[in-house]
């Protein structure tokens, strides 16, 4: 009997995962996964001490604990508090400072979930690892691949686009042919305590807590002029160009007949943040990108010009691209049609109809050939 490890995260998805592939006949067990301590003072990571009255990681464990029990199933628990600061948080605080928006639920797939953990799994003897993730196990060429799930609105394979390649053999992903509706339906069916439970949202490290209250732990908050990228005009002050993003629409406190505005740019040197008004897409638009450190996950021709589409966010429509493989894992885009809010730092995942072909970080934008960065220094000089 094939032996698989399901990473439970305390969430109906994982829960429900792990029925699935126990009704299919799996020997199956469970795994949490401890990632990210948030009262935890450890003076050697320089991770100041976060005075949270509950640990959202603890509630979820519980949960964990819970729908294991209701299902008959073993329960492990392993920590990658130091990992996940390591090669994902680091990361995020870095990028955050070069004034892009990373995606560090990406970095905790690649490093975390389907690396750490599969090697746990490994040595325990495990044969495969399984997550809720709403994504297909599919073939392309004979060889294993992802899918876009059945269910498109959860399909979460854009956050699976750095994983190795090698670990496509070994994870299974039950929920890749089922919607979310269902999904809910079969945790009633069992009388699972989070059959009702909310999904999480943003940044898994988080929680419930405010984003910039957060980073400014890490990040110091320096106010700075907001500029009207049109008139050139001081129209605001920001409270620090890290907690801005490109597209944002809120959250600037701008007041009066002012707006509404979109984030077209920012200038950490500077520390000056650009708004353009609402019918000023032409700041917003890219025409073309660049993705650096890009993982390929299905063999295609990269001699050769690819013709396929792309995701720069989750939950983005598919964008029509024509792709040209560089050297050393880069790989330049050229859209069909502008494309609004591609944000350095997030990651460009391109698609083969429903075959996730791999994903980079997008470097550097480019309006009809010009860098964005350089329009926009050029415009204000």
């Not at 970080?361 to 009809?368: A, S």
């Amino acid at each position: 009997m094939t032996k698989v490890l399901v990473g439970l995260s305390g969430g109906v998805d994982s829960a429900v995962a792990a029925y699935l592939l126990k009704k299919q006949g799996y020997d199956v067990t469970c795994c949490f996964m401890r990632n990210w301590d948030s009262a935890l003072n450890n003076d050697t990571l320089g991770n100041p001490t976060l005075n949270d009255d509950i640990c959202p990681q603890e509630a979820d464990y519980n949960d964990a604990k819970a729908v294991s029990e209701k299902l008959g199933l073993e329960l492990l628990r392993v920590d990658y508090i130091s990992e996940y600061w390591e090669y994902v948080f680091k990361n995020f605080l870095d990028e955050y400072a070069k004034g892009r928006t990373p995606n560090p639920d990406i970095l905790c797939n690649k490093y975390i979930k389907f690396d750490a953990f599969v090697e746990f799994a490994k040595s325990k003897g495990f044969d495969k690892i399984a997550t809720g993730h709403y994504v297909k196990n599919g073939s392309f060429k004979g060889k294993p691949c992802l899918l876009k799930a059945h269910d498109l609105n959860k399909d979460q394979s854009y956050f699976l686009a750095q994983i190795k390649r090698d670990v496509l053999d070994i994870s299974l992903f039950p929920l890749g042919d089922i919607d979310k509706k269902e999904v809910r339906a079969i945790a009633h069916e069992l009388d699972l305590n989070i059959a009702d439970k909310k999904d999480s949202t943003g940044i898994c490290f988080i929680g419930e807590r405010d984003f910039r209250e957060f980073l400014k732990n890490y990040i110091p908050m320096k106010k700075g002029k907001i500029i009207d990228i049109e008139t050139k005009e001081v129209i605001g002050e920001h409270e620090g160009v890290y907690y801005y993003t490109i597209g944002q629409r809120k959250g600037f406190g701008i007041g009066g007949n002012k707006g509404p505005y979109f984030c077209v740019g920012k200038d950490v040197y500077k520390n000056e943040l650009y708004l353009a008004s609402k019918d000023d897409v032409k700041w917003l638009n890219a025409t073309s990108c660049l993705l650096t450190g890009f993982n390929l996950l299905a063999d295609v021709d990269k001699d050769k010009e690819l013709l396929c589409n792309a995701k720069f966010r989750y939950r983005q429509k598919d964008n029509p691209v024509k792709a040209r493989f560089l050297d050393n894992d880069e790989v330049y885009l050229e859209f069909r049609e502008p494309v609004k809010a591609v944000t350095e730092g997030q990651q460009g995942v391109l698609y083969l109809d429903d075959v996730m072909i791999g994903g980079g970080v997008i470097d550097k934008t480019y309006y009809e050939g010009a860098d964005k960065k350089e329009i926009l220094k050029s415009y204000l000089e």
